[in-house]
Nanobody, 126 residues
Framework: QVQLIESGGGLVQAGGSLRLSCTASIRSSSTNLMGWFRQAPGKEREFVAAIFGSGGHDGITYYGDSLKGRFTISRDNAKNTVYLQMTSLEPEDTAIYYC????????????????WGLGTQVTVSS
């Protein structure tokens, strides 16, 4: 059973940056596609970004429409790790950020991901 462990969350001022990391305990087909989602209090879980790490789709990325190019997802397959670099952070980015793994279907849908981390809190102060 694959486990995903997120790190890198914290408190940052508006305009600042953070880099989140998510490491998978083992290499598995269930992490062919790795994604980040976020959930703010009282809101639905929102797709942030995803990246393929195998096969003909290796390196292909997807982003949520609301991010305005501020976030960048990347992965290091040798380390079984995916990163989310967040810049120009805004108070509206405050949420719990979840890492998730998928076989590789429908990158923007949370229902397509079968493996989830516990989440890491990101708080952006104004």
């Amino acid at each position: 059973q694959v486990q995903l462990i997120e790190s890198g969350g914290g408190l940052v001022q508006a305009g600042g940056s953070l880099r989140l990391s998510c490491t998978a305990s083992i290499r598995s087909s269930s992490t062919n596609l790795m994604g980040w989602f976020r959930q703010a209090p009282g809101k639905e879980r929102e797709f942030v970004a995803a990246i393929f790490g195998s096969g003909g789709h290796d390196g292909i990325t997807y982003y949520g429409d609301s991010l305005k190019g501020r976030f960048t997802i990347s992965r290091d397959n040798a380390k079984n790790t995916v990163y989310l670099q967040m810049t120009s952070l805004e108070p509206e980015d405050t949420a719990i950020y979840y890492c998730a793994g998928s076989l590789g279907w429908n990158p923007r849908a949370a229902s397509a991901y079968g493996v989830w981390g516990l989440g890491t809190q990101v708080t952006v102060s104004s």
